[in-house]
């Protein structure tokens, strides 16, 4: 294969919106402006296999911005048993940090229409059930804190998933643009029926550069300023939800260290606010020692992280495929892409759903860390609270 990329602006002096360029049948993966939105698939295939066709693309365009050029975008699943899912798309239209809009074309592709095309008005029927069943999630959660409290395991994530059901096909442009006007400093993405809106930063490689922002620890927000800074400072002082996002900081931190020249971290967790809910995270900033780990082996390293998974892994995850009653797919997992040098971006796969093939059945999925001192209903409560953002995508009339 062959690629080559150049700025928008030799071809086209307009803008182009990159949730109007994916519409609801191509991919995306944006934040705060800046990532990507393709159509068309060149390849696709596990990760391995498409990491070598992509290292074999002749890039016919030097000097590109990072992030510019061809790539392979997609899943890594939860459970690492099944294979990833990637694809080198056909055309990508990228926005840089620098605010550069640029395209990459492979092969013969043509740039498709820009004009801006909007979702058309709707209206649905929807039927929401519960996928696992609350008391089977409830069993589970008393489960692993009773491995926590007999000193199993520190740590193991529990989740549940919701299932919404449309008379008509769900229109996956109208929920990126609801997800866009209430998360855009989340990861929102979509790929082949897989949508939503992380906060979570898995792991980013600009050039020498690696960051991580995990997340662990949840408080509702309400939406009045007063109440939800006290349900922050609670957080902060929660022992439970301090423990639970200690755990992670240092599996991130061990994991990625041995490739860094130096790796910082915040001495204290801040609080991260997204519509919904608020969080507790660290984030990490380091220097790649040479030779750079590739930033999908360091995603795969990481993934499922203790905020997904729990601790010690194999026991964690044992757990859950013994007590939670369903298949997490992509859920928990991470999504993302990267380049032919290495870099990238992956969020970890939460606050989503994925979508049948019709687009008339979406399953939504949330989870909490469970320790000893966790409390099984309210842990279904911050559920219901994560829950939230997929859901009033979906069904907003």
Not at 3 to 26: E, H, K, M
Request: hydrophobic share 40%; glycine share 8%; with cysteine.
């Amino acid at each position: 294969m062959k690629a080559r990329s150049f700025p928008l602006s030799q071809i086209t002096d307009q803008t182009v919106d990159l949730n109007d360029f994916a519409r609801g049948d191509g991919l995306l993966f944006v934040r705060d402006g800046v990532g990507f939105a393709a159509r068309g698939v060149s390849a696709r295939g596990d990760a391995r296999h498409i990491r070598e066709m992509l290292a074999n693309i002749d890039h016919e365009t030097l000097d590109c911005p990072i992030g510019v050029g061809p790539i392979m975008f997609g899943a890594i699943p939860f459970d690492s048993s099944h294979e990833s899912d990637f694809v080198i798309p056909s055309v990508t239209i990228c926005k840089t940090q620098s605010g550069e809009t640029w395209v990459t074309l492979i092969d013969d592709a043509q740039v498709p229409d820009l004009s801006s095309n909007p979702p058309k008005p709707s209206h649905a029927s929807f039927n929401v059930h519960e996928g696992v069943s609350v008391d089977t999630y409830l069993s589970a959660v008393d489960a692993a804190r009773k491995a926590v409290q007999q000193g199993d395991i520190t740590k193991a994530v529990i989740a549940r998933d919701v299932i919404v059901e449309s008379n008509i096909p769900i229109d996956v442009h109208s929920v990126l643009l609801r997800l866009r006007a209430s998360f855009g400093s989340s990861y929102r993405f979509s790929f082949d029926g897989f949508i939503g809106a992380s906060p979570e930063l898995l792991v980013s490689i600009y050039g020498d550069e690696i960051s991580s922002h995990p997340l662990a620890g949840t408080t509702p927000r309400t939406g009045d300023p007063e109440t939800d800074a006290s349900l922050a400072k609670k957080l902060l002082a929660s022992t439970k939800n301090q423990v639970e996002h200690r755990v992670v900081i240092d599996m991130v931190h061990d994991t990625l260290l041995p490739h860094c020249s130096y790796l910082d971290w915040e001495a204290q967790p801040s609080i991260v606010q997204v519509a919904n809910v608020q969080h507790l995270g660290t984030r990490l900033i380091g220097k790649l020692s040479q030779p750079h780990i590739h930033v999908l082996d360091a995603a795969m390293a990481l993934s499922p992280t203790p905020a997904l998974g729990g601790f010690p892994r194999g026991k964690a995850l044992a757990l859950i495929a013994n007590n939670e009653g369903m298949s997490r797919d992509k859920y928990g997992g991470a999504i993302g892409w990267c380049d032919q040098q290495g870099n990238g971006v992956f969020a970890v796969a939460i606050r989503c759903a994925q979508l049948n093939e019709t687009r008339t059945i979406a399953r939504l999925f949330a989870g909490g860390g469970i320790v000893a001192d966790s409390e099984p209903l309210d842990e279904l409560t911050e559920t219901q609270a994560k829950l939230q953002a997929m859901l009033a995508a979906i069904v907003r009339p």
